[in-house]
């Protein structure tokens, strides 16, 4: 009885707080809350702790629901034409709605079908390998693959593989590209040594902090935080960059002051880093990363474009 | 070592965590252990009806506590908890009605039934359950034990091992085994792993475009688990009984009339005495059988009881004891050797499990659908892995696992016994009640798990399957564990196929995926041959 007490009495007075910048526009109806991404996991708890603090510090009610598969397009597909009042948002990547999108042609998924409201968080995306292959760096994976040894490459979405195929190729070698579900099972590849390097999308960063792994290569177009030396993948030949956002979406033609309030919201609990999910933002994904509005709709544009070219190229 | 331990106290730490806001009578309780009780109570009172086995009982729970407890790792516990008690109650519980009136409640305690009814008609109900109780508890701790050593080393060693191709291999392998062991034929058990294998297929895979679906909206996600599972083996089940007492009409079930308790039915140390070599025999059998995925308790106790006889007859030629009771006429190691057996099969059943995160038999299902509905734990190899000086939280959870089944094995020790013999009034219970309500709850169960109607009507889809297959002799496990394992089947294949450089003959590709290719085709051939 007490905890709810309290519980209520800071919903109350969060309430107050936030609501002063949000424009008064309340949702119609409890909000159904579509996760891409298995439960348990990191992106799915990021999800389910956004809709708590929301949930204590709006009075909104959220029914968080997982439609997992095919990089998020199962979720696209399912929003698609779902009502867009603001009782319907999910959370996907930026990749599903670019590349993932693109490559499921039969689906007839376009991006004004959807409404983007806001990023969370961004990868800290590198190319990795644990300290114990004796692979230091990106030239030592280079030597390695032109003396004959098969060099297996984990990636967990068909975007990086593409992207590692590229730099594969850039640089005169072939990678035996395996796709693993998930950055999780791309850790353990490599700590099983089932692969020898793989994609980490900001999960390696703990362990590369305690000196078990390496970046070897920044799959951003800056430097990733942990290991500001790593080679942008930019200098390695490749003009397609390998990061990404987590992004909350909403089916198309969402009006503004709904959009807005909904973005507002979000993005104002994952920055706080007092709150469960900006704590945990800041913990698991290295804080956060906010776009959102024309911003986030021209860069969904662009990687769009990047990534139509990217398929092109892999195609070859 | 430092790090086992620690990693030890944590799961052990986990399990008697007192959660907040929850107490009774003022006292606060760890909801884990509350959650193990009530699970071994209701597995005793679902095994001791005949009707009703303990996977029924856990499939329909886990959807109504996931909806309890939520999708969080702190919720892995308690179900666990709850799931576990149920399996461990349902085993003590089986020999209830087998004793008391010749119906075993489970399959395998049928060979219960041989002695313990002999027993109970000599007015000597109440020893047989004891005896009952003793071997069911000390061959279910037995086998917990063996489970915790061997686990961990296991996985290790797979992990350290198998590579991609031969972890493809190794996963044909068991459902070969699997097809061929149960059942009745090793054709109709192929025929099931490739219908579960093709219901596993569907609307899955790595491309983005959903595969055969015939385009239908329903499909393009795939057959939920849950769904799958619950309806070939529930509702196939609830189905084909509901056929069964249509033709065969409603039988009103006969009570054994009282007779006179002889004064003293506890038992005395010599019969215990008597009893430890039949109880230690069957547990090592039951063991090393629980081991191997797919090969049930049925024959864990047609083993053990037959082992038993045979060593018996001997025995009896060479000492010429006056206190031998024939088997089959109600000797008490009859029961002894049955119930150790059988119940120390749910243990190393998980063995499997754990370390390979490949299921045995239908308990162990519903364990591995909870970790895959709630998440953040993932049996296999990776739960036993840690870099020192962190934690992997999936390692306490593992300890916490063992933790909850000692617990459970306490509870069978301390109330166990008790419980059981106060049990015999489950079986007047008539089927024809039973049955509908099993039905309702098992769609109520999926439609609060899946939240869409389409479910429940995909859910009777699979029940209808489950009910031919019953109906054709052909066994659901099969299905069920092919549907389980086909995504991983997949997805390993075609990560052993790129990462060999796209070498179609990856599973000859090392002579450990050779091996074990071959054992799966010589398992096959001989098990055609041998049921010729």
């Keep these: ?316 | 070592m430092q790090a086992w331990i620690d990693h030890l106290l944590l799961g052990v730490q986990a399990v008697f965590q007192v959660s907040e806001g929850f107490s009774l009578l003022g006292i606060e309780l760890p909801i884990t252990l509350l959650m193990v009780f009530g699970g071994f109570l209701v597995g005793i009172v679902v095994g001791s009806t005949p009707g009703l086995a303990g996977p029924m009982a856990m499939a329909i729970s886990l959807p109504l506590l996931i909806s309890i407890f939520g999708y969080h790792e702190s919720a892995l516990l308690p179900v666990f908890g709850f799931l576990i008690g149920i399996m461990k109650g349902a085993t003590v519980g089986g020999a209830v009605p087998a004793i008391l009136f010749n119906t075993p409640g489970t399959p395998d305690a049928y060979m219960t039934t041989l002695d313990g009814y002999p027993m109970a008609q000599r007015g000597q109900a109440d020893r047989a359950l004891r005896v009952a109780h003793l071997s069911s508890a000390s061959g279910d701790t037995f086998s917990d034990i063996v489970l915790i050593v061997s686990a961990p080393f296991l996985a290790i060693l797979v992990e350290r091992y198998l590579d991609f191709p031969e972890k493809t291999a190794l996963l044909i392998l068991s459902m070969t085994f699997i097809a061929a062991v149960i059942g009745k034929s090793a054709g109709k058990g192929l025929v099931s792993v490739g219908l579960g294998l093709l219901a596993a297929f569907i609307g899955t895979g790595e491309d983005f475009m959903p595969r055969l679906t015939f385009g239908t909206e329903a499909l393009a996600q795939g057959f939920s688990v849950a769904s799958a599972v619950l309806g070939v083996l529930i509702v196939g089940e609830v189905f084909k009984s509901l056929q069964d007492l249509r033709t065969d009409g409603v039988k009103s079930t006969k009570t054994l009339t009282a007779k006179k308790k002889p004064a003293d039915n506890r038992l005395s140390r010599s019969l215990i005495k008597r009893l430890a070599p039949y109880i230690a025999r069957s547990a090592l059998i039951g063991t090393a059988i629980g081991a191997l995925p797919g090969v049930g308790s049925t024959l864990a106790a047609t083993l053990g009881y037959t082992t038993a006889k045979a060593y018996s007859k001997k025995n009896a030629n060479k000492k010429n004891t006056a206190a031998y009771t024939e088997f089959g006429q109600g000797a008490p190691e009859g029961i002894a050797a049955t119930e150790a057996a059988n119940s120390s099969v749910s243990g190393a059943n998980l063995i499997p499990v754990l370390s390979l995160g490949i299921p045995g038999n239908a308990a162990a299902v519903f364990l591995i659908l909870a970790a895959d509905s709630i998440g953040g734990f993932n049996p296999g190899p990776s739960v036993f892995r840690f870099s020192e000086g962190s934690i992997n939280p999936e390692l306490v959870i593992a300890f916490g696992l063992f933790t909850i089944m000692m617990l459970a094995n306490v509870l069978n020790w301390i109330i166990g016994g008790r419980v059981m013999r106060a049990m015999g009034v489950m079986v007047r219970i008539p089927k024809h009640y039973l049955l509908p309500i099993i039905l309702l709850l098992t769609l109520t169960a999926i439609y609060i798990q899946e939240t869409r109607l389409v479910a429940v009507w995909i859910t009777i889809g699979f029940g209808f399957l489950g009910y031919f297959m019953r109906r054709i002799e052909m066994s659901p496990l099969p299905f069920v564990i092919a549907f389980i394992l086909g995504g991983r089947l997949e997805e390993t294949a075609r990560q052993a196929f790129s990462s060999t450089g796209g070498d179609p003959w990856f599973l000859l590709s090392s002579n450990t995926s050779s091996v074990l290719m071959a054992a799966a085709f010589i398992i096959i051939l001989v098990s055609v041959r041998w049921r010729r």
């Design chain 1, 1 to 316: 009885m007490i905890t709810l007490l309290r519980t209520l009495i800071i919903a109350a007075s969060m309430m107050a707080l936030t609501v002063t910048h949000a424009a008064g526009w309340q949702p119609p109806g409890p909000i159904k809350l579509m996760i891409a991404f298995a439960a348990g996991g990191g992106a799915d708890t990021q999800a389910r702790l956004i809709a708590e603090d929301l949930e204590a510090s709006t009075g909104w009610k959220f029914i968080p629901e997982n439609v997992t598969g095919k990089g998020g397009v199962n979720l696209l597909n399912a929003m698609k034409g779902m009502p867009n009042d603001g009782t319907v948002i999910g959370i996907v990547v930026t990749e599903s709605l670019a590349y993932n999108r693109l490559a499921a042609k039969g689906a007839g998924l376009e991006l004004s079908d959807f409404t983007p409201l806001t990023t969370t968080a961004g990868f800290q995306m590198g190319v990795v390998a644990t300290t114990e292959s004796g692979l230091n760096s990106f030239d030592d994976v280079i030597t390695a693959a032109k003396d004959g040894k098969d060099i297996r490459f984990g990636a967990m979405s068909p975007r990086l593989a593409d992207v590692a195929y590229l730099l594969g190729k850039a640089n005169d070698i072939e990678f035996n590209i395996v796709m693993l579900k998930g950055g999780k099972a791309v850790m353990n590849a490599l700590n099983a040594g089932d692969v020898d390097i793989g994609w980490g999308a900001g999960i390696q960063t703990k362990a590369v902090l305690a000196g078990d792994m390496i970046n070897l290569v920044s799959g951003l177009d800056k430097p990733l935080d942990a290991s500001p030396d790593a080679p942008l993948i930019a200098d390695l030949g490749v003009a397609h960059n390998a990061g990404g956002y987590f992004m909350f979406v909403a089916p198309g033609g969402m009006a503004d002051d709904a959009r807005n309030a909904l973005a507002e919201h979000i993005s104002s609990v994952a920055a706080n880093p007092d709150s469960k999910a900006g704590g945990l933002i800041s913990k698991a994904f290295g804080g956060a990363s906010i776009i959102m509005g024309d911003d986030l709709d021209a860069l969904l544009v662009s990687d769009s474009e990047s990534s139509d070219e990217l398929m092109k190229l892999s195609a070859e």
